[in-house]
Structures are given as structure tokens and as C-alpha cells.
T-cell receptor, first 114, second 115 residues
């Protein structure tokens, strides 16, 4: 069974600060996938990234970066120079290889203050 | 192109009534998923289909919940004899192919309130 823990319930930062959202996962599988989704105040769920368990290379997309470390079972998400539009709830999620149901964490609510 | 659509966006119903929630996946997407999201929580898996076949319904809470996708496109999640605890956001997602390697794209959800 998969489990995803997002220990940070809410984070507030001032605009232009960097912020890291933590995600710890549990799995007994050797093949699995990890995801981040954004849920802005409007309510939709927006896909941000997917990583598979065989690729620990970090990824950068604009102001977003992701740090995947199997040694600590973590898949952390950093927003550089945060903006008010980054205010949202961010969900980390996992999926076991060979299955199709995604397990979500409880989410971290990020508030960026202007 | 058009994303996943769901209707209605909001549904208020009285306890004991049946409700049907509709999901229209992204055109051509063969896999379709239903999740339920309680306030302040992440989405929780209910069931999914590959084409018209229901592959896993282990997340359906009880036998009042059912889902179908008869032609492999639009899906309906039906809740019979609704109870107040059924109040939640019901989300549908679709992915381009079967299997684990394809990201799921979510619809806007249906907010169900049972009074």
C-alpha cells in the first residue's frame, strides 16, 4: 500500500521568498511514480510533474524545482521567488507500478503574501 | 483542446434521494477515474475504467455507490439513498492510455451537498 505524508499543513511566505514543500512517501514497490498537483482557490486540480522511481534526477521548470531522494523517500517541491499566484493547496501523490490508482497526501496550503 | 468536464458542478439534494454525477473525459482518453475529496483532504480513489471495463472498484465506500462507462467514453457515478456523509467534492480524471505511466488530468469536480 502506498502512503504519502505532507507534514506541513499551511505555509505563509512573503512574495519573492523561496519556499519548499515537503513530501515523504512510503512504498514496498520498486517501481512507482510520484506526482505533484496544484489546487488553486478556484478548485481545479492542475498536474505539475510526474517522476518514476528509476529517475532520481532533479527537475527544474521555471521557478519550480523538484528534489527526488530515494534514500530519504522524499520528493520535495521548491518554488523560487514566490508570487501571489502561487497561492494554492499543493498535493503530493504516488502510484504503484502496475496499478492505476493514485494515492494523495493531505495537501499543503501555501499562502503568498504581497 | 477541451479538458475533462463534469456536470453538474454543484448538486444539493435531500437525504435519501439518488444522484447521478456525469464525467466527460478528454477526447480519446481510454482510462477514466473517480475520486472523492473531503474538505481539507486530498482526493481519495473510488474506482476506474479502462475503456468500458471497470477495473477496480475497491474504493467505493459501500453498495450505494456505483459507476458505469457503457461506451467507453462518458461515465456516470450514481449514489443511491444519499446520506449527509456523502457530501464532498467528486472528481473525475482521465488518462491517455491504460497503465501506470500516464498522468491523470482532473475535471473541475462536482460539489455534492446532502441536506
Amino acid at each position: 500500500a502506498q502512503k504519502v505524508t505532507q507534514a506541513q499543513t499551511e505555509i505563509s511566505v512573503v512574495e519573492k521568498e523561496d519556499v519548499t514543500l515537503d513530501c515523504v512517501y512510503e512504498t514496498r514497490d520498486t517501481t512507482y511514480y510520484l506526482f505533484w498537483y496544484k489546487q488553486p482557490p478556484s478548485g481545479e486540480l492542475v498536474f505539475l510533474i510526474r517522476r518514476n522511481s528509476f529517475d532520481e534526477q532533479n527537475e527544474i521548470s521555471g521557478r519550480y524545482s523538484w528534489n527526488f531522494q530515494k534514500s530519504t523517500s522524499s520528493f520535495n517541491f521548491t518554488i523560487t521567488a514566490s508570487q501571489v499566484v502561487d497561492s494554492a493547496v499543493y498535493f503530493c501523490a504516488s502510484l504503484s507500478g502496475g496499478y492505476q490508482k493514485v494515492t494523495f497526501g493531505t495537501g499543503t496550503k501555501l499562502q503568498v503574501i504581497p | 483542446g477541451a479538458g475533462v468536464s463534469q456536470s453538474p458542478r454543484y448538486k444539493v439534494t435531500k437525504r435519501g434521494q439518488d444522484v447521478a454525477l456525469r464525467c466527460d473525459p478528454i477526447s480519446g482518453h481510454v482510462s477514466l477515474y473517480w475520486y472523492r475529496q473531503a474538505l481539507g483532504q486530498g482526493p481519495e480513489f473510488l474506482t476506474y475504467f479502462n475503456y468500458e471495463a471497470q477495473q477496480d472498484k475497491s474504493g467505493l465506500p459501500n453498495d450505494r455507490f456505483s459507476a458505469e462507462r457503457p461506451e467507453g467514453s462518458i461515465s456516470t457515478l450514481t449514489i443511491q439513498r444519499t446520506e449527509q456523509r456523502d457530501s464532498a467534492m467528486y472528481r473525475c480524471a482521465s488518462s491517455a492510455w491504460t497503465g501506470d505511466a500516464y498522468e491523470q488530468y482532473f475535471g473541475p469536480g462536482t460539489r455534492l451537498t446532502v441536506t
